[in-house]
Nanobody, 125 residues
């Protein structure tokens, strides 16, 4: 059974930091790109970041470049998203995703093979 289990969400003040984790199981982790989408209330789903375990390339949305860092631990089948200098507009449910393609495809939600259930990040002003 494929599972993507997110953790690390919570409430933080603007300017603060959080680290999200996505623990993957049920598929060959090293062949997939693992990433994050987010969806704020009343807004469309947005690709945030992604890392290819096979090719090593990384994608970041312009809105998070310089503030978020994605990393993969292949020994633990886990991907981390470190989020610094958080802003109220980062408030959203963050979903872990997996795609059997390189990171350049990570911004297209309809191509994702697997989705987690999400973790809520709330940034207060």
């Amino acid at each position: 059974e494929v599972q993507l289990v997110e953790s690390g969400g919570g409430l933080v003040q603007a300017g603060g930091s959080l680290r999200l984790s996505c623990a993957a199981s049920g598929f060959t982790f090293g062949l997939y790109s693992i990433g994050w989408f987010r969806q704020a209330p009343g807004k469309e789903r947005e690709a945030v970041s992604c890392i290819s375990n096979e090719y090593g390339n990384i994608y970041y949305a312009d809105s998070v470049k310089g503030r978020f860092t994605i990393a993969s631990d292949r020994a633990k089948n886990t991907v981390y998203l470190s989020m610094n200098n958080l802003k109220p507009e980062d408030t959203a449910v963050y979903y872990c995703t997996a795609i059997r393609l390189g990171a350049s495809w990570c911004s297209i939600a309809s191509l994702m093979d697997y989705w987690g259930k999400g973790t809520l990040v709330t940034v207060s002003s």
